[in-house]
C-alpha cells in the first residue's frame, strides 16, 4: 500500500474516530466544520512548526520514519481529538504543545538518530496533546466528522511539506540548512513556552 493512499485511509479512521453517533447536521454545518478543521493547524504558528517538525524528522531519520511518523502523528491525534471534544481535561495542553516545538525542533537540529519505537512514542505524546487542543475548540455550530477530517488532512499535508524540505538533507548545504531549521523551530517552540508560562521575553 503506498504512502498516500496509508495517508488516506488514515484520515478516513481518525474522522470516523472524531464522529458523534446518530446526529444529522445540515450541509452548512458540514461544509463549516470542514472549513474550520482545515484551518485549525494552519492558524496556530505553535501547532505548525511542530507538525513541520515531525516530517523533518522522519526525512532525517529515514525508512520506516519517514513513512511512519507522518501516520502515527495524525492517528494518535485523532485520539487526542477525542478528548478534547468531550471536554476530558490533559494537564498543561498549551505548554505540552509549545514543548514539542522545542523538543522536535532540537531533534531535527542535531539531527538525533533515535530507535524508530523512541521518535515515534514522542511523536505520539505531543500529538494527544496536538488532538486534545483541536477537538476542545470544535466550533459549536460544525459537524465534528467534518472537522476532524479537516485538522486530520491539513495536519498531513503539513506534515507532507516537512518530508519534502527534509529530502534537502541529501546534500551537505540542505542538510545544514535543515539542522538550522529545526534550530529556528525549536527557538519559536521556547519562545511560546516561554510566554504561554509569562515570562517577560
Not at 498543561?92 to 523538543?103: D, F, K
Not at 505531543?126 to 477537538?135: D, K, L, M, S, T
Amino acid at each position: 500500500m503506498s504512502f498516500i493512499r496509508r495517508s488516506f485511509l488514515l484520515a478516513a479512521i481518525a474522522s470516523v474516530a472524531l464522529a458523534s453517533p446518530a446526529i444529522a447536521h445540515e450541509q452548512a454545518g458540514v461544509a463549516a466544520g470542514l472549513a474550520s478543521g482545515v484551518l485549525h493547524p494552519l492558524s496556530g504558528p505553535d501547532h505548525l512548526i511542530a507538525m513541520v517538525a515531525v516530517g523533518l524528522w522522519g526525512a532525517q531519520l529515514g525508512a520506516p520514519a519517514i513513512f511512519l511518523l507522518p501516520i502515527t502523528f495524525p492517528l494518535v491525534m485523532a485520539i487526542g481529538g477525542v478528548l478534547g471534544v468531550l471536554r476530558i481535561p490533559l494537564p498543561a495542553p498549551e505548554a505540552m504543545i509549545a514543548l514539542s516545538g522545542v523538543l522536535l525542533g532540537v531533534a531535527v537540529a542535531m539531527r538525533l538518530r533515535a530507535p524508530f519505537a523512541a521518535a515515534a512514542a514522542l511523536v505520539g505524546l505531543f500529538a494527544v496533546f496536538h488532538g486534545h487542543a483541536h477537538g476542545a475548540e470544535l466550533p459549536d455550530a460544525s459537524d465534528p466528522l467534518a472537522y476532524g477530517a479537516g485538522f486530520v488532512t491539513a495536519t498531513g499535508l503539513l506534515h507532507g511539506c516537512g518530508v519534502a524540505l527534509g529530502a534537502l538533507s541529501r546534500w551537505p548545504v540542505g542538510e545544514r540548512l535543515i539542522q538550522g531549521l529545526g534550530a529556528a523551530i525549536a527557538l519559536l517552540g521556547g519562545y511560546f513556552l516561554a510566554t504561554g508560562l509569562g515570562v517577560a521575553i
